[in-house]
Every structure is written in structure tokens, then in C-alpha cells.
């Protein structure tokens, strides 16, 4: 039904399709795909892929250590949303040392038994 209402969303459906398909191969085979996706997506005449291909060519290095070494920046990501939600929570704190100490609380995985 996709196909014949909207080729091009349709299009963008597989695009999108392919890029996250890269993750699940092993490091060579990802790199030979996210090849192909590139060269797919600079072909498929829709601006939004246009663009990411260039910025995945950008960052094209990066990406490939991704895939080789299986490491990511969301543990840091997970912790600097955890301290922006104490931030939020906090509505102002008297002293920064207080702050610090929310924070230690909130992130070290510490669990605190309050009475009651």
C-alpha cells in the first residue's frame, strides 16, 4: 500500500531501514553496508538523506570505530541527563557542595533506606 501511495516515503522507509541494519552486522560487513547506504542515499533524491549522507561521510572515522570497537558515549549521555533532571528538581541550591552531593547520591547507585 506504502509503495504505490508514497514511492518516496516508501524509499525513506528502506533507507532508514538499511542504516539501522548496520548495527547488527559484524565490523567488516557493517562498513560494507554503511557503504552502500551512502551511496544509496546520495542517489535517492530525498534532501533529508542527502544531507546525512554527507554527515555521515563527515564523521565516517568515528563511525567505523564504533562499529570495530562496540563502544558508545551512552553511559556519559545517561549521567549528564541524570545530573540535568537533579538540576530541574533542585529549583536552586544554597551551595554547590550540596548540588555535588545530590548528584554523587543520585548517580552512584547508591540505595538509601529512609525510616518508614
Not at 17 to 29: A, G, H, V
Not at 66 to 73: D, E, I, P, V
Amino acid at each position: 500500500m506504502l509503495v504505490k501511495s508514497d514511492p518516496r516515503l516508501y524509499r525513506a522507509y528502506l533507507l532508514k531501514e538499511s542504516l539501522r541494519l548496520c548495527f547488527r552486522y559484524t565490523p567488516d560487513e557493517a562498513i560494507k553496508e554503511l557503504d552502500k547506504f551512502l551511496k544509496w542515499a546520495q542517489r535517492s533524491r530525498l534532501p533529508e538523506f542527502v544531507e546525512l549522507g554527507r554527515k555521515i561521510k563527515r564523521h565516517k572515522d568515528a563511525i567505523h570505530n564504533s562499529f570495530k570497537y562496540r563502544l558508545t558515549n551512552a553511559r556519559v549521555e545517561a549521567i549528564n541527563n541524570k545530573i540535568k533532571v537533579t538540576i530541574r528538581m533542585g529549583y536552586g541550591y544554597r551551595d554547590i557542595d550540596g548540588f555535588i552531593s545530590l548528584v554523587k547520591l543520585k548517580c552512584g547507585g547508591y540505595d538509601v533506606k529512609l525510616p518508614r
